[in-house]
């Protein structure tokens, strides 16, 4: 698929089969969020966790249910497969963990459109997970690590189809 077909296709899919995908597809996903821009090529700053756990993603799921006071969400939207990023932070570079994270997780978006698949960023379950010590060990992050963002990646129930036209949704001003 080429690039500008990718990035019009892409959208955050929240309908997922419960059908995994194959350790191919993830290898290369996870290998495009690598080749994402990271400051100062820190690369060892980030860190990736993929889970495809169902009673982890049970876990997280029930802990943002509490969190946001919602018994019916449902954060992961059925996806099989969610990947978080975390990073260290940098008090010189405030939160360039998460810029960093952001960049990697749209790589990994594009690819998984590239492959078909539905992803989508994930932030609000993070704020509950990250506030519950006991949850945040089971990503089993290295020691000064912290989740910035997320993406559930999987089969999505309707197929991705639409090419949406390229529109100017944010505001620009161009300075000549
Ligand atoms: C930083 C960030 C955080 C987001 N967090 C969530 C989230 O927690 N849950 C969710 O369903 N979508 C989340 N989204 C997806 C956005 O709602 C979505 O990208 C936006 O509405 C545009 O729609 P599109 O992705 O289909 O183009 C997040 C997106 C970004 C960039």
Redesign the pocket.
């Known amino acids: 698929m080429e690039l500008m077909k990718a990035i019009a296709m892409?959208?955050?899919t929240?309908s997922y089969k419960p059908e995994q995908i194959s350790d191919e597809s993830l290898d290369i996903i996870l290998k495009a969020g690598c080749a994402a821009p990271v400051g100062m090529g820190a690369y060892n700053s980030m860190h990736m966790t993929v889970i495809q756990n169902s009673d982890l993603l049970e876990k997280f799921t029930n802990e943002a249910r509490k969190t946001f006071k919602n018994p019916n969400m449902n954060?992961f939207?059925g996806a099989p497969t969610l990947v978080v990023v975390s990073g260290k932070q940098n008090e010189k570079a405030p939160a360039v963990e998460v810029a960093n994270a952001?960049c990697i997780v749209e790589n990994m978006a594009l690819a998984a459109t590239d492959f078909g698949l539905g992803s989508?960023?994930?932030?609000?379950?993070l704020f509950a997970i990250s506030a519950n010590t006991e949850l945040l060990k089971k990503l089993n992050l290295p020691d000064g690590f912290v989740p910035a963002?997320a993406l559930a990646i999987g089969y999505p129930t309707e197929p991705l189809t639409k090419v949406k036209e390229l529109k100017q949704t944010i505001e620009v001003n161009v300075i000549k």
């Open positions: 892409r959208k955050s929240r954060p939207y952001a989508v960023y994930l932030l609000g379950f963002a």
